[in-house]
């Protein structure tokens, strides 16, 4: 994957090695030159100085092929107009933004954009965000039998029934998150764009779970 992460503080910086420590190729955007000093001379990615929504120095930093943005930079506006610059114009799929002020993060969220904060905190649910791997472990119960996992689910299974994912995965949606409220699914619930879902599963069928939502449906592309 290409990534394009916009500010290069303590967050970004961290975000970046930890996605290219992954083997993902990275374009890091700052305002400031020196800021790129934090990413030491073991960075392999691109460094590009400008704002990050700025058209064309999103393109020097490859935003016509990023797979994902994150917006990480020390301004609400800025973090929230690049995002959905990268969302909106250029069709990037997976995009997060930090976002300081709680109760503005609620009305991002609502806009489909997933908010997050606080920095070696951050820059992990960024990497889940913007790249879903495995599964992360929620909740188990005292007897170690049962856990809440939080499975990624390919993007085919939006606009189909959630009973669909549970009758093809074998297991059954504790609760779900969407535009950052937790939701109880009931029967008539339809996987929407950027819901979080978070399954009941024993160890023995963890994986196969993960697997089937992260497959695309039968009859999907």
């Not at 299974?157 to 969407?178: C, F, K, S």
């Amino acid at each position: 994957m290409h990534v394009v992460i916009m500010g290069c503080g303590r967050v970004g910086s961290t975000l970046a090695h930890s996605l290219e420590s992954r083997g993902h190729s990275v374009a890091v955007i700052d305002q400031d030159a020196d800021a790129f000093r934090r990413l030491g001379p073991d960075f392999g990615g691109i460094t590009v100085t400008g704002a990050g929504f700025d058209g064309e120095v999103l393109r020097q930093a490859g935003i016509e092929r990023a797979d994902a943005f994150a917006a990480v930079s020390s301004g609400d506006n800025s973090n929230i107009i690049s995002a959905r610059l990268a969302r909106e114009t250029f069709g990037v799929s997976r995009v997060a933004a930090r976002i300081y002020d709680q109760r503005r993060a609620q009305v991002y969220e609502r806009l489909g954009i997933p908010t997050v904060a606080t920095v070696r905190w951050t820059a992990d649910r960024m990497v889940r965000h913007l790249v879903p791997e495995g599964n992360v472990e929620i909740f188990r119960d005292p007897t170690s039998t049962v856990s809440i996992i939080e499975v990624p689910v390919h993007k085919d299974w939006v606009g189909r029934p959630l009973r669909q994912l549970e009758a093809a995965a074998g297991a059954r949606v504790a609760y779900l998150t969407r535009f950052g409220i937790g939701t109880l699914p009931n029967g008539s619930t339809v996987v929407q764009e950027g819901d979080q879902l978070y399954v009941l599963v024993t160890d023995d069928i963890a994986a196969s779970v993960t697997a089937v939502a992260a497959t695309p449906p039968e009859g999907g592309h």
